[in-house]
T-cell receptor
């Protein structure tokens, strides 16, 4: 069956360190993958998009990698800050004629001062 | 407004009642999506509109759920004979492009509680 897997356990890190979140998928051939941030009681907010033919994408302190062989995307936040604490969702668009994003469950990140 | 607007932000109803949730997308966005999010889960797709028509309604769980977008702008999600299992946050998103080719702009959601 098709699955998108993100770590269900919260990731706790110290301010200033790099946070790395993982998104694994099975039985998909995604055209692209997106990452969203969601704060409690709020809607998700788009962060980055990476296409199947791209290996890496950067935006300020954020970096996303996409390995279609491993079926995995890694999301990095460098020099993390307490304000980065939130749930991070990965979402993908399945390749075969689908037109809607499928989301993972998300991973909560907690950055301590 | 500048963003996607959803009303009501909170709705408490009794089992068996009818509920309507409204979404006002960003002006000019042709694509509109409804998702449902339960506690600790990611958003689950319900229905996608391209203009006035439902391009994909495969996520609607059963025939108690229905959505319309009569003029290609505002959309209403309608739930008949609500059940306790319908309790969730209902998220609306819009996009300037169709066919899922870009980022989604989400509203803050409508939290539905069925007692």
């Amino acid at each position: 069956s098709q699955k998108i897997e993100q770590n269900s356990e919260a990731l706790n890190i110290q301010e200033g360190k790099t946070a790395t979140l993982t998104c694994n998928y099975t039985n998909y051939s995604p055209a692209y993958l997106q990452w969203y941030r969601q704060d409690p009681g709020r809607g998700p907010v788009f962060l980055l998009l990476i296409r199947e033919n791209e290996k890496e994408k950067r935006k300020e302190r954020l970096k996303v990698t996409f390995d279609t062989t491993l079926k995995q995307s890694l999301f990095h936040i460098t020099a993390s800050q307490p304000a980065d604490s939130a749930t991070y969702l990965c979402a993908l668009l399945p390749n075969s004629g689908y037109s809607t994003l499928t989301f993972g469950k998300g991973t909560m990140l907690l950055v301590s001062p | 407004g500048a963003g996607v607007s959803q009303t009501p932000s909170n709705k408490v109803t009794e089992k068996g009642k009818y509920v309507e949730l409204r979404c006002d997308p960003i002006s000019g966005h042709t694509a509109l999506y409804w998702y449902r999010q339960s506690l600790g889960q990611g958003p689950e797709f319900l229905i996608y509109f391209q203009g006035t028509g439902a391009a994909d309604d495969s996520g609607l769980p059963n025939d108690r759920f229905f959505a319309v977008r009569p003029e290609g702008s505002v959309s209403t999600l309608k739930i008949q004979r609500t059940e306790r299992g319908d309790s969730a946050v209902y998220l609306c998103a819009s996009s300037p492009m169709g066919q899922g080719t870009g980022e989604l702009f989400f509203g803050e959601g409508s939290r539905l509680t069925v007692l």
